[in-house]
């Protein structure tokens, strides 16, 4: 199932799970009213029907759970926007006096949960991603289930991806900052399930892999630091339209890296003329957010890959026995570690070497290009 807009799958799975029954089955479901805004423990589910992020992807285990639904448990819709609040909160409940008639209200009940899913939509500008986690975690009460069906990409404080260097941090800097701000999300006891994290709309650009990469790194630590044991990413990628494009959500920049492949025993040129380039004469990048996003890469490896070390090696222009300015080679190869560091690797997973002049032969602006550049080896 990959969108509860894009078909009706969650009311499928309640009727492939045995919940449609017959009109004869007695049925005293009154006329649904209008939808309340008051939480109803159970499931939550924050819905990120909003500009700039796809149709929200709701996960299967939100069918699983209507399909399983205990009298006086509920489903709170929550609204990923700039101010989240509870677009609906109804509670099931039943009288029926058999089994038939139990699953016929559950199935109606189902039918009121997808439609009150379907209907949510952003209230306020912007997105907090943030605030609508917490909100879906309180709302879902004691041992509930805790959904986000949103792209990710927050654009609000204290998580504004729009401020450079933010979605570089490592996921472990980043929940110390909320926890100690007293921010993080209540999921101690409840199962969080992730769904769509990194996949948007037009006008906002998809990430880069890497990028997504770090954004379900983000969202995952965070659901984890908040208590949850149980931290679920779902396989659903998201790729349509949004539902809307109003109220307005700002843009987030995102870098053009440069594709790299990190493995044991992979040798990376990072060229001058590429994203990990420097400034003449200095070790300063001249795009600092492609120079992250690029080597993002290499710092997840290692990060993933305990016992992988990297050797970076910069070097400088021209070509020759009389190496002059040697220092400035080591000074770029020391940033790019310094990045690496930065990006969440161990001080002791990399060696920053000066190779001086580089090993291309010849005059003129084309080699002394070829010679500008860092090179990471990585063994393992």
């Known amino acids: 199932m ?52 796809p149709k929200p ?9 209507l399909t399983r639904i205990e009298d006086k448990k509920g489903i709170t819709v929550v609204r990923v926007d700039g101010a989240p609040s509870i677009s609906c909160g109804i509670r099931f409940h039943t009288e029926a006096v058999n089994e038939t008639a139990k699953k016929q209200d559950k199935y109606d009940f189902g039918k009121r949960a997808v439609n009150e899913l379907r209907k949510a939509r952003a209230a306020q500008p912007e997105a907090d991603t943030l605030g609508a986690l917490t909100l879906a975690a309180d709302s879902a009460g004691p041992g509930g289930l805790v959904v986000l069906a949103d792209s990710g990409l927050q654009t609000k404080a204290p998580l504004d991806f729009r401020t450079e260097g933010i979605l570089y941090l490592p996921p472990d800097k980043i929940v110390e900052q909320l926890r100690s701000d007293n921010l993080l999300p209540d999921t101690k006891g409840k199962r969080v399930v992730l769904s769509g994290i990194g996949y948007t709309a037009d006008p906002q650009k998809q990430p880069h892999p890497g990028i997504q990469r770090r954004l379900v790194a983000i969202w995952t630590a965070i659901a984890r630091a908040g208590g949850s044991t149980d931290v679920q990413v779902a396989d659903q990628a998201d790729t ?47 795009e600092p957010a492609r120079a992250k996003a690029t080597l993002s890469t290499v710092a997840d490896f290692l990060e993933q890959n305990s016992g992988a070390k990297v050797e970076a090696t910069g070097t ?40 001086g002049w580089g090993p291309y032969p010849g005059t003129g602006d084309e080699v002394d290009q070829r010679n500008r550049r860092v090179v990471l080896k990585i063994s393992c």
């Open 240 to 286: 349509g339209a949004a539902v809307t494009d109003k109220p307005k959500v700002s843009t987030v920049k995102l870098p053009d890296p440069d594709p790299v492949s990190a493995a044991c025993g992979s040798v990376i040129v990072l060229p001058d003329g590429g994203a990990v380039g420097f400034q003449p004469d200095q070790a300063v990048y001249r």
């Open 57 to 65: 992807a709701i996960p299967t285990a939100v069918a699983d759970y």
């Open 316 to 355: 400088i222009a021209h070509h020759g026995p009389n190496v002059q300015d040697a220092g400035l080679a080591l000074h770029r190869a020391e940033a790019v570690r310094d990045t690496l560091l930065e990006l969440g690797a161990s001080q002791g997973d990399i060696t920053p070497r000066g190779g």
């Open 2 to 53: 990959r969108s509860f807009l894009a078909g009706r799958a969650i009311t499928a799975a309640i009727a492939a799970a045995g919940l449609l029954v017959t009109a004869a089955a007695c049925t005293r479901t009154p006329e649904p009213e209008p939808c309340p805004t008051i939480a109803q423990p159970g499931v939550a589910v924050a819905v990120g029907a909003r500009a700039n992020s």
